[in-house]
């Protein structure tokens, strides 16, 4: 675009506004004195103007998806980048992750190995193990360089329900394995009911450096966890349901309310704490012994 006050070419919209600051101007008034109303770039209507300035497209939510997937990073971007994490974390701000190691700082799940599997068994003594260690743009949980394992330790966070984790893990392990990583998974489910299993199939990976025996681990499948998750939280929440119909039933029987007479359902109701309107019901679900009994208008 170009400036019609001094004729300077502006890469879009947003660089002719940083411009526009040189002549004490905004860009709505300097498009509002020249009547010229940016477009859409993706309908081609009027964009939508906010406060001083206009927006990038029309408001439109089509319009906004749009756009925002054109806008997506170019690999060299990506490079970039990541380069640039790089050369922050290679700074002593105190929050990179060997800053916070070297003070100790490791997540429960970090310290469980770094205790029970690495110092336990001297695998210090007998490997190379680096920490953080970067490889294809990622950092290594735990790198064993003498044997290419590489030992990723995995929280409660990667198992959330948005499936970009997912989708970066599985990433993640297919550049390592381009690189000639065999990638370790471990889960803090099987960390915390399967550990003598998993600590010893993994002293076994490095004893016989088998390819193969990484297939053991492999990558974990969240489909698998994600049903046994809800699995255990729906008994959890059956085991609560009936201690909680148990515990009611017993007050109903303590409270020595008459069903034979008027007035029953609203005693009931406080009792169990829930609606009068919902009381008949649960009673007929869990104590249809008292309902044959109970009084009912005619």
Not at 163 to 182: A, F, I, Q, T
Request: glycine share 4%.
């Amino acid at each position: 675009m170009e400036c019609e006050l001094c004729n300077k070419i502006c890469k879009n919209t947003k660089g002719l506004s940083e411009h526009l600051k040189i002549h004490d101007i905004t860009l709505f008034d300097y498009l509002n004195r020249s009547r010229v109303i940016p477009k859409c770039p993706v309908c081609n209507n009027n964009c939508k103007k906010y406060q001083n300035n206009f927006r990038l497209t029309c408001g439109n939510k089509d319009c906004l998806t749009s756009l925002s997937k054109r806008r997506k990073h170019t690999d060299l971007v990506k490079d970039k980048l990541r380069q640039k994490r790089i050369e922050y974390l290679q700074k002593k701000t105190g929050k990179s992750a060997w800053e916070r190691r070297s003070r100790k700082e490791m997540s429960y799940l970090e310290n469980w190995f770094q205790e029970e599997v690495i110092l336990k068994n001297s695998l210090h003594e007998k490997h190379q193990i680096i920490t953080e260690n970067h490889a294809g743009g990622y950092f290594i949980d735990f790198a064993f360089l003498d044997k290419m394992v590489a030992v990723e330790i995995d929280g409660r966070c990667h198992f959330d329900k948005n499936m970009k984790r997912h989708e970066r893990d599985y990433k993640k392990d297919d550049v390592l394995k381009s690189l000639g990583w065999n990638v370790v998974r471990m889960n803090f489910y099987d960390i915390r009911h399967n550990h003598a299993e998993l600590v010893e199939n993994f002293l076994n990976l490095l004893d016989t450096n088998d390819d193969r025996s990484c297939e053991w681990f492999g990558q974990v499948r969240y489909n698998t966890f994600k049903s046994q998750k809800l699995s255990m939280l729906k008994d959890e929440k059956l085991e609560e349901k009936r201690k909680f119909i148990s515990q009611k039933k017993e007050e109903i029987v303590r409270s020595q309310i008459d069903f034979t007479k008027h007035g029953w359902v609203q005693k009931a109701s406080k009792v169990i704490g829930i609606t009068p309107q919902k009381t008949r019901a649960w009673l007929e679900k869990n104590m249809p012994e008292i309902i044959e009994q109970s009084f009912r208008r005619t």
